[in-house]
């Protein structure tokens, strides 16, 4: 029997458990950057195309609006288009967000698209 031979195993051990604590742990970061940018996005979606609708009722033009409200909250317009007449019409807006993320192959934007009319 020898005595000492697997000193320092557990230190080796450790090592491994803490790096998988270490890439878990960047993971789940990962992923809620992701979250918190889709929610982001939905936010400034949804605010834009609201914008957007009230200046369309006003008589405005709502692209313009949708532009730079989506500036205000962060986002950018990738596309906006008003179906209808001043009476009954809906305003589609798309805009995105850049993501946190610096890893190549995730995608460096989170979109989303919202609608507004007006309430019958």
């Not at 230190?11 to 960047?26: D, E, F, H, K, Q």
């Not at 914008?51 to 709502?62: E, I, L, N, V």
């Amino acid at each position: 029997m020898r005595v000492g031979t697997e000193r320092g195993s557990a230190s080796v051990l450790m090592a491994g458990v803490m790096g998988v604590v270490v890439l878990l742990a960047y993971a789940t970061m990962l992923v809620a950057g992701y979250a918190v940018a889709y929610h982001r996005a939905r936010g400034a979606a949804d605010l834009t195309a609201v914008s957007a609708a009230q200046t369309f009722r006003s008589g405005g033009d709502a692209c313009r609006q949708a532009r730079r409200s989506a500036a205000d909250n962060g986002a950018g317009l990738l596309s906006c288009t008003v179906v209808g007449d001043q009476i009954g019409f809906v305003v589609t807006v798309r805009v995105s967000i850049p993501t946190p993320s610096r890893v190549t192959g995730l995608p460096g934007r989170v979109e989303a698209e919202a609608y507004a009319g007006p309430v019958r």
